[in-house]
């Protein structure tokens, strides 16, 4: 089967970029070996960044900052049906979110002062994080904080984002069998379909490396960043939110359902090296107390789950500050976004990567598809996780 474009890879980047190719009239196919968004898409907290934790005092990554700045305007219009892809069927949980300095710290007077910092520099900022009277602050922060602001940074629901992506191109996407996968070149084989694309497109996650040693092409391009993420279900407020430390973002709190937290942050970083989790679940329980000490945990569940973020190589190890697409072979793009809020700005990139060799659609005159079924959608991360109360 020939085709213009063969992407591998269905989690937020790979739906992006098969919806940019297919908007511009090219045959293009989506093939994803498990459930879409299965790796980093699911497990994500939706929040759509606009560089606000980016400016803060301990993290001044402001390359990020330009990066992301015009991404929460960027999705708005998509998610309100005014830009192509039109994502009205995604579920918008938070139209903004929180900063919050954390109450009975000692230093909370000179964490303040890191915080200034984003202020002093909002005019990069697309979003101006704005103070509110204790009057406005949200019921989980009440008795907890010494400051509240707020940020207009949406956070939407990932498995809607996924299923509303997917369902504009649903005949284009398949899941198939990649053990049976063999390349010779640029075609693949799986079982006894060829498919003969002009480029191939990699935004498999972490799966990219895999694929890119089956195509030869070498360089071990990308890294992985585990986070350890807490969490909690019960009788809980919706929050979203940063709790900043030390100027960073210790605590990122998203409520994704009713009843349940997801709890990323530097705590998260901190636990992905525990390997008892006994250990990791006390220890997040003592640092969310120690920043939401008037929140009543009785009645509520912890769990954890471990996922693994996948980028680009960088020299340091430390998160790049944009999206990355390259064509590491030719017709060969391999991509990552580095966070879910990029994905828009990834699929312009390979778009242009792709299209200085493709030019146009070459006007196969039929689109013959293969015959595998549509993958699901994947699961949740609270939906298996083994929930401990919380004590
Ligand atoms: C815990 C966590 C929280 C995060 N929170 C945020 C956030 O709030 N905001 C934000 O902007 N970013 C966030 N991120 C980052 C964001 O999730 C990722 O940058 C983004 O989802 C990456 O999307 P992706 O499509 O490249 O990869 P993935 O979502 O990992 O998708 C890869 C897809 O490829 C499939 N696949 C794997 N191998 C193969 C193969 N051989 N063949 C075919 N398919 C294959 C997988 O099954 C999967 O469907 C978070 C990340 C993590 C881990």
Redesign the pocket.
């Given at each position: 089967m020939r085709l213009d474009v063969l992407i591998?890879?269905?989690?937020?980047?790979?739906?992006w970029c098969l919806e940019r190719f297919r908007r511009a009239g090219y045959h293009a196919l989506l093939?994803?070996?498990?459930?879409?968004?299965?790796?980093?898409?699911?497990?994500?907290?939706?929040?759509?960044?606009g560089g606000g934790k980016y400016a803060l005092r301990g993290v001044r990554d402001f390359a990020a900052v330009s990066a992301t700045k015009a991404?929460p305007s960027r999705w708005r219009a998509c998610l309100a049906g005014n830009e192509e892809p039109d994502l009205r069927d995604a579920r918008v949980l938070s139209e903004s979110c929180y900063l919050w300095l954390p109450k009975g710290s000692a230093l909370a007077r000179l964490q303040s002062l890191g915080f200034m910092s984003v202020v002093a520099k909002a005019g990069l900022l697309s979003t101006r994080p704005k103070r509110l009277p204790a009057s406005r602050w949200p019921e989980a922060l009440r008795g907890s904080a010494v400051a509240v602001y707020a940020l207009a940074e949406p956070?939407i629901s990932?498995g809607s984002l996924l299923k509303a992506l997917a369902a504009r191109h649903d005949k284009y996407i398949h899941r198939?069998d990649?053990a049976a996968?063999r390349f010779e070149e640029r075609s693949a084989r799986i079982g006894d379909i060829s498919l003969d694309p002009r480029t191939i497109v990699l935004?498999?996650?972490?799966?990219?490396a895999?694929?890119l040693v089956r195509l030869g092409v070498g360089g071990e391009p990308m890294q992985r960043r585990p986070?350890g993420?807490v969490l909690l279900r019960g009788d809980l407020p919706p929050l979203f939110g940063h709790c900043i430390v030390g100027g960073k973002t210790q605590l990122?709190i998203?409520a994704p359902e009713k009843r349940i937290w997801q709890i990323?942050g530097e705590i998260?970083e901190r636990l992905a090296g525990e390997t008892d989790d006994n250990a990791a679940r006390q220890f997040a329980l003592k640092e969310i107390h120690a920043r939401l000490p008037a929140l009543d945990l009785r009645n509520t569940e912890i769990a954890l789950?471990r996922?693994?973020?996948?980028?680009a190589r960088t020299a340091d190890q430390r998160r790049p500050s944009g999206v990355h697409a390259g064509e590491l072979a030719p017709g060969i793009i391999a991509?990552?976004?580095?966070?879910?809020?990029?994905?828009p700005v990834?699929a312009d990139e390979v778009f242009a990567l792709a299209e200085k060799n493709l030019k146009q659609p070459a006007g196969y005159p039929h689109h013959p598809l293969p015959p595998w079924p549509p993958?699901p959608i994947?699961r949740y991360p609270w939906e298996n996780a083994e929930w401990i109360p919380a004590r």
């Open positions: 591998f890879g269905g989690g937020a980047a790979g739906l093939l994803e070996s498990t459930a879409l968004g299965a790796g980093q898409t699911i497990a994500a907290q939706g929040i759509i960044h991404m956070v990932t198939y990649f996968l935004t498999a996650g972490e799966g990219n895999e694929l986070l993420m990122t998203t990323g998260a789950y996922a693994v973020r996948a980028e991509a990552w976004p580095t966070k879910l809020s990029m994905a990834l993958p994947a």
